[in-house]
């Protein structure tokens, strides 16, 4: 028998000690059920070419997939005397954008004022549970920004927002209407950082080398005219869309931003509640890391609906054996319905 725990039940359990959270897709999933329906953006993608090409290179990830089209591009050109090959690979290259401001805009609403107040408050009030630890993320579409930047302004509601960017060093010192409005990513500035994008999310960007994130400032855009203006000046979204664990990690390992973000998880101690995931192998790489912690800890895993389900009795399953693993470690489970996050009816 499976002892299931409301949230306040495990909120009382873990006490004054610091709370972390871990949000899955059923988070966005809760509040967008009819947009938010993909597993992976790239079965989004209808074009048979682009397909083939992914098939090809053995990967869902968009960023590396282009980057190895516009590598082969720099080097093709030098062998390359007809042109031919050369303009195969700028198509697809054409195409491959295009692809992928067409899967974004049809898995992700354009704009935050498609969020009600109601909704707003209602996540404010889940989040404030958390205020003293870190929150992660799976998810690349931004929800879980647009709510912690629906309050910046609000002192008495302003959210610990922290994500490790922020201007440039070198523009610390300048006026601000004179800065660039985009924001940076540099070593030591995740210090200080409370957000967590573990996979990486659609406003933070990569031109190769640096990492940026959109301002909140342009955020008023529709999402397809702000991924749009970025790929033209060929910064492609940093998120992680591969299928199994091994991909995932390997793809985390080459990336100085997202091997940060998971190596954080090593410090973390208290509580960690998850919420909105299905604990899928997919996402082992994440899981083993936060078991492998030495640190003391109790985890709280969220389950949504009958505990008999069988996506439930696989999480209950896993957990179980993770027990046994780790018996140091506390799991404790409780039913997701017991809080609504997004004040929904």
Request: glycine letters at 6%.
């Amino acid at each position: 028998m499976v002892n299931i725990k409301t949230f306040s039940e495990c909120i009382a359990i873990a006490g004054d000690a610091k709370k972390h959270l871990m949000l899955g897709n059923g988070f966005s999933v809760a509040l967008f059920p009819k947009i938010f329906n993909y597993k992976t953006l790239a079965e989004n993608i209808e074009s048979e070419r682009i397909n083939s090409l992914f098939d090809a290179i053995d990967t869902h990830d968009f960023e590396f997939v282009m980057r190895r089209l516009l590598e082969a591009s720099d080097i093709v050109k030098h062998y390359d005397s007809t042109g031919n090959i050369s303009a195969h690979i700028h198509e697809d290259i054409e195409e491959l954008k295009e692809t992928l401001i067409q899967v974004i805009s049809k898995s992700h609403p354009p704009n935050p004022s498609e969020i009600t107040d109601a909704q707003y408050n209602s996540c404010h009030g889940f989040l404030k549970n958390f205020d003293g630890g870190k929150i992660y993320t799976f998810n690349y579409d931004l929800i879980l920004y647009w709510v912690l930047m629906h309050f910046i302004d609000n002192p008495a509601l302003k959210l610990p927002c922290s994500d490790g960017f922020n201007y440039p060093y070198a523009d610390e010192f300048v006026a601000e209407e004179d800065r660039d409005t985009t924001l940076h990513w540099e070593i030591g500035r995740e210090k200080t950082q409370r957000i967590y994008y573990i996979h990486g999310a659609m406003h933070i960007f990569s031109d190769g080398s640096d990492i940026e994130k959109l301002s909140y400032k342009n955020i008023g855009l529709p999402l397809a005219q702000q991924v749009r203006n970025q790929i033209d000046q060929d910064n492609f979204p940093v998120f992680i869309s591969e299928g199994t664990t091994e991909h995932k990690l390997a793809r985390i390992k080459k990336n100085g931003y997202l091997s940060r973000m998971f190596s954080s998880l090593k410090s973390i101690s208290g509580n960690l509640f998850i919420f909105g995931h299905s604990i899928r192998d997919e996402d082992d790489h994440v899981f083993d890391f936060i078991n492998q912690n030495n640190r003391k800890i109790n985890i709280f895993i969220g389950l949504f609906g009958d505990v008999t389900d069988p996506h439930n009795v696989i999480i209950i399953n896993k957990v179980n054996s993770w027990k046994r693993e780790f018996p140091r470690k506390k799991f404790e489970f409780y039913q997701a319905s017991s809080l609504n996050v997004w004040n929904n009816s």
